[in-house]
């Protein structure tokens, strides 16, 4: 693992100092991110005549944090993932670099009107939730050649 040296002259070093090294604290304020920015990573794809939504939410509790919804035609998942802060370190361990980004997120995505709640399902295994939405492809009507009729023919109801 390489370290970077910075030297005396650095401008962030007395910035990092004021704010007891807290360089997530720097990005954040810098790029205006905030805690509540985490959104989940997701992977769409079909299976069959159903689809799959795939979220990537490692170190999320799905069992308290964690709502799958069907509302006004839109697949909503909602959740929270704890901040790694919260978790309690051990003697003298501090965080030197966190690439993990807590706080609530919100994913959206518009299902096909014929789509009921009871066609969504979800699961949970290794870090990821998996949405099966059942049935999203409708039998298509095959299609039927229409008679082009002689004008006058529709208004006087002939066949």
Do not use: C
Request: aromatic letters at 4%.
């Amino acid at each position: 693992m390489a370290l970077a040296v910075r030297s005396p002259r650095d401008p962030f070093r007395a910035l990092v100092r004021q704010l007891d090294g807290d360089f997530d604290g720097i990005v954040r304020r810098a790029f205006g991110t905030h805690a509540g920015s985490f959104v989940p990573a997701a992977e769409i794809r079909r299976d069959g005549a159903d689809v799959l939504v795939s979220l990537d939410v490692p170190g999320v509790d799905v069992a308290n944090d964690v709502s799958v919804e069907v509302s006004e035609g839109r697949l909503v998942i909602t959740g929270e993932r704890a901040s790694a802060s919260t978790e309690s370190q051990e003697g003298d361990a501090k965080v030197l670099v966190r690439e993990t980004v807590a706080g609530k997120f919100r994913r959206e995505f518009t299902l096909p009107d014929h789509v009921s709640p009871d066609d969504v399902a979800a699961d949970y295994d290794r870090g990821v939730l998996r949405v099966r939405v059942r049935n999203v492809t409708k039998p298509t009507v095959e299609p039927r050649k229409i008679e082009v009729r002689r004008a006058g023919d529709l208004e006087s109801g002939k066949n």
